[in-house]
Each structure stands twice: as structure tokens, then as C-alpha cells.
């Protein structure tokens, strides 16, 4: 499975113009200040915002070619996302908002609960599956989120941010979480990030994204050595 993205994206003035290709058994970092237009990246991957020109590939399936006329919606993409602020359903609980992704997918309601709860266990959060998002704290939040990006077991996981809303101290505990199940995951890994420890910690690839513009890829080592 392989990724590649090369894509012009305008919003009002601000404009966001990337290259960069990611492939299967190693994260990828999109880092950067906020308001660089990572998230923007985020949004066109996941098909919530098209590009205006370029491409998005996913396993040799095109997803967006503006040109071509070829926009495939959000729902029909083999991707999970983990957004910045998590986006759980609040009138669902926990389990459900994990089992939501298999049944519109039209999965049977036992495989699909027998699957979620499996996923909350490895996050060790399943004592938390009737909680509604209300009650749960930030760190077992961010794990129904993951979670419910995973149990499809898509092709592309996009994480944005997906430990900014912690505290510094749960931040640290969760971050090796996250980065145990990205190693579990065989698709490609996409992470967004603003915080250099998470992107040097957690990602074998950085792409150093500034005002919208890629200005530097390499690993974690070649990014400090020769930034």
C-alpha cells in the first residue's frame, strides 16, 4: 500500500501546495506551526475538502484528479481519521461510537460489536464502552477516537493532532499507546503534528510542512542533523 499526494488547495487567500508520498509499515509525520495548512492536507486526503489541482493516490487507486474530473466521496474512501478535536458522536456511547464505522458499512450488529470490543480491549478502554464521550476523560477519548479509525481496518490512518488536547503528562503516556497500535497497523500511517517530540518519537519520515509549502523530507535523523 502506498500513498502519494500532490495537490494545490486554495482557501480564500491562503493557499496549501504539496508533494509527498508515504508508504506501508512506517509513519509518516506531516510537521509544522499551526497554520501551516496541515490540517488542510487532512481535510483533502480524507475527501472533505478537493483539491483544486493535482492528485491524491491511495494503493494505486486515484481518489482526486481535479482534471480528470474523478472525486471519489468521503464515505467511500478506505480511510480512518482521528480528527484534532475527536469528533465523537456525544449521544452514543463509547462501544457505539467504535461500531458505527462497521454497520453503515453494513456489517452484521454482533460481528461488529465482537470487533469493537476487541479493539477497546487491546486500548485497554473497554471498561469505558457503555461511557458516553461526556464522561470520559481526554486520554480514553483519544483511544474510543483511534478506535473507531481502526476497526474498519482501513487502508490510510490519518491522525491530526491526535494528542494536542492532552495534558502534558497524559500526552507521554498515551503517545507509546498510539505508537504500539501504528505499529500494528499494516496500511499507510499518516501522522499531523505541530510538536517536534511527538513527530521525532513517533514517525520514521518527517515532511516539514511551512506557509503551506513542503520545505524539507527526510528521517528524524537527517531532519536534526541538517534541518
Do not use: C, W
Not at 513517533?202 to 513542503?214: F, H, K, N, S, T
Amino acid at each position: 500500500m502506498t500513498l502519494s499526494v500532490d495537490v494545490a488547495i486554495r482557501r480564500g487567500r491562503f493557499a496549501v501546495r504539496a508533494s509527498f508520498d508515504a508508504g506501508p509499515g512506517s509513519t509518516t509525520a506531516l510537521l509544522g506551526p499551526n497554520g501551516s495548512g496541515k490540517s488542510t492536507l487532512v481535510s483533502s486526503m480524507a475527501g472533505l475538502t478537493p483539491p483544486d489541482e493535482g492528485s491524491v493516490v491511495l494503493d494505486g487507486t486515484v481518489l482526486d484528479e481535479p482534471a480528470a474530473g474523478v472525486y471519489l466521496p468521503p464515505e467511500r474512501r478506505p480511510i480512518g481519521v482521528v480528527f484534532q478535536d475527536l469528533l465523537l458522536f456525544p449521544h452514543l456511547s463509547a462501544l457505539e461510537n467504535v461500531e458505527f464505522p462497521l454497520l453503515a458499512r453494513g456489517v452484521a450488529r454482533g460481528e461488529a460489536r465482537d470487533r469493537s470490543e476487541h479493539l477497546l480491549r487491546r486500548l485497554e478502554v473497554v471498561e469505558r464502552a457503555r461511557a458516553k464521550p461526556r464522561d470520559l476523560s481526554g486520554g480514553e477519548a483519544q483511544r474510543v477516537a483511534l478506535a473507531r479509525a481502526l476497526v474498519a481496518e482501513p487502508r490510510l490512518l490519518l491522525l491530526d493532532e491526535p494528542l494536542s488536547a492532552l495534558d502534558v503528562g497524559a500526552r507521554a503516556r498515551l503517545r507509546q499507546v498510539v505508537r504500539d497500535e501504528l505499529e500494528r497497523f499494516r496500511g499507510v500511517r499518516v501522522l499531523i503534528t505541530h510538536d517536534p517530540v511527538e513527530a521525532f518519537t513517533m514517525a520514521d519520515r518527517l515532511v516539514i510542512v511551512e506557509d503551506g509549502r513542503v520545505t524539507q523530507v527526510g528521517t528524524p535523523e537527517e531532519i536534526r542533523s541538517a534541518p
